[in-house]
Nanobody
Framework: QVQLVESGGGLVQPGGSLRLSCAAS????????MGWYRQAPGKQREWVAS???????TYVDFVKGRFTITRDNAKSTVFLQMNSLKPEDVAVYYC???????????WGQGTQVTVSS
């Protein structure tokens, strides 16, 4: 049974930082592409960043230079460091796992990020 458990969301002021974590179980983590999506109120879910088993990272344009995705294979955990947060970053952030042997994504339950003064 695959489980993805996110943590680290919360309330932060504009310009602040948060670090999201996603702990995975039930998959061969080191062989799995991991990433993050987000869904803002009233909007569709959108892809944010991903990291391959080899450590190659990709980002959507609007977070480049502000967000950093990393992974710790020993802990089966992926992180999203978010700096210079803006009100438009407000969303529920979802971790996903895409194993090489699976055609779809596994999803976490989401963690709320709120940016407000």
């Amino acid at each position: 049974q695959v489980q993805l458990v996110e943590s680290g969301g919360g309330l932060v002021q504009p310009g602040g930082s948060l670090r999201l974590s996603c702990a995975a179980s039930g998959i061969i983590f080191r062989l799995t592409t991991m990433g993050w999506y987000r869904q803002a109120p009233g909007k569709q879910r959108e892809w944010v960043a991903s990291i391959t088993p080899s450590g190659t990272t990709t980002y959507v344009d609007f977070v480049k230079g502000r967000f950093t995705i990393t992974r710790d294979n020993a802990k089966s955990t992926v992180f999203l460091q978010m700096n210079s947060l803006k009100p438009e970053d407000v969303a529920v952030y979802y971790c996903y796992a895409r194993p090489s042997s699976y055609s779809g994504n596994y999803w976490g339950q989401g963690t709320q990020v709120t940016v407000s003064s």
